[in-house]
C-alpha cells in the first residue's frame, strides 16, 4: 500500500468494521467532511489524523502498525494554525484531549506560557482570546481546552512539566490573576500525577530553550510554531527531545523549592496589586 491508495483503504476497512462515517468522525474528533476527503483521497491524513481514525474504527495492532507506517512516510507534519480557526479550536482542543487520553507519560517544556493543562479559566481566556475568535468559538474553545484538565486527576498517569522562571513573570493577566495562576500552580504540583519543576534564571545553562514541545510516551512529539503546529515520530527525532527534556530537568527546582519560588513571585504580584 502507498500514499495514494491510503484514502481508499482507510474507507474499507471502515466499511468492513460496519461503522459509519459520521461515528467514525466523531470518535476521531474531525468533521464528517475530513473524513470524506481523507477516503476520497483529497486530503492526505496527518500521523495524528490516522492514529485517530484507525482507533475509531477500531482495527488490530497489526494493522495500526501497517498503516502507520505508511502515515509516517513524511515523519514531520505542519498544520496550519489557520486550518484549525476554519475547523474550530475546540475541535484542536478534543484532539489533543484525544490523544492524551491514550498517553501514560506525558513530558512538556514550555519556555513562554503556562502549560495548557495547568492555566486557570481567566489564563486561557486570555491566551486563546488573541485568535480573533467569535464570541461562541471563543466560549467552546475555552470550555474545551478546560475539560482537557480531567487528565490531570486520573490514576496511572505521569505528567511532567517543565517550565523557565519568565514564564512565571510574564505579564499574560493583571497581577491580581496572575496570582491566581501561580497559586493554581502550587496547587497542581501537590497532585500525586504531577512533576513541576521550574528552570530558575539563577541557573548555569548549557542548553536554549528554543520553543515548547510536548511528548507523548515515545511516540511522538508535538512542536508549535508561530504559523503551524509540527508533529514529530521518527523515533530519532523523538529521541532529541527526550534528551532535551531531560537537560533541562536536570537543572530545575522541583518539591518544596521549586514551590518557594512560585510563592515568592506570586507575592511580589499581590504586594504589586495592593499599591498599584
Do not use: C
Not at 25 to 50: C, H, T, Y
Not at 78 to 95: F, I
Not at 104 to 112: D, S, Y
Not at 127 to 138: D, P, T
Amino acid at each position: 500500500m502507498n500514499r495514494a491508495e491510503l484514502g481508499s483503504a482507510l474507507r474499507a476497512l471502515r466499511q468492513a468494521s460496519g461503522k459509519e462515517a459520521k461515528a467514525v468522525a466523531r470518535g476521531a474528533a474531525m468533521s464528517a467532511s475530513k473524513l470524506s476527503k481523507i477516503e476520497n483521497g483529497s486530503v492526505m491524513p496527518s500521523v495524528v489524523d490516522m492514529e485517530h481514525i484507525l482507533t475509531a474504527i477500531g482495527v488490530s495492532e497489526g494493522v495500526k502498525a501497517e498503516y502507520m507506517s505508511v502515515a509516517r512516510a513524511a515523519a514531520t507534519e505542519a498544520t496550519a494554525w489557520r486550518l484549525y480557526q476554519r475547523l474550530g479550536y475546540h475541535r484542536k482542543q478534543q484532539q489533543i484531549q484525544a490523544i492524551e487520553a491514550r498517553t501514560t507519560l506525558l513530558r512538556l517544556f514550555q519556555p513562554a506560557l503556562v502549560p495548557g493543562l495547568l492555566q486557570t479559566p481567566e489564563y486561557v481566556q486570555a491566551v486563546l482570546g488573541r485568535k480573533q475568535l467569535s464570541e461562541e468559538q471563543l466560549a467552546r474553545a475555552v470550555g474545551a481546552r478546560l475539560a482537557r484538565q480531567r487528565i490531570l486527576y486520573e490514576p496511572g498517569r505521569q505528567l511532567r512539566f517543565i517550565v523557565t522562571e519568565p514564564v512565571l513573570r510574564w505579564r499574560v493577566l493583571p497581577p491580581l490573576m496572575m496570582a491566581g495562576q501561580l497559586d493554581k500552580l502550587i496547587s497542581v504540583s501537590r497532585l500525586p500525577s504531577v512533576d513541576l519543576r521550574i528552570v530558575p534564571l539563577s541557573a548555569r545553562q548549557t542548553d536554549f530553550p528554543s520553543h515548547s514541545f510536548s511528548i507523548k510516551d515515545d511516540r511522538m512529539v508535538t512542536v508549535e510554531t508561530v504559523h503551524a503546529e509540527l508533529a514529530v515520530t521518527d523515533p530519532r527525532d523523538v529521541a532529541l527531545y527526550i534528551e532535551k527534556f531531560e537537560g533541562f530537568e536536570r537543572v530545575a527546582m522541583s518539591g518544596e523549592d521549586m514551590r518557594s519560588l512560585v510563592e515568592g513571585i506570586r507575592d511580589d504580584l499581590l504586594r504589586e496589586q495592593e499599591t498599584g
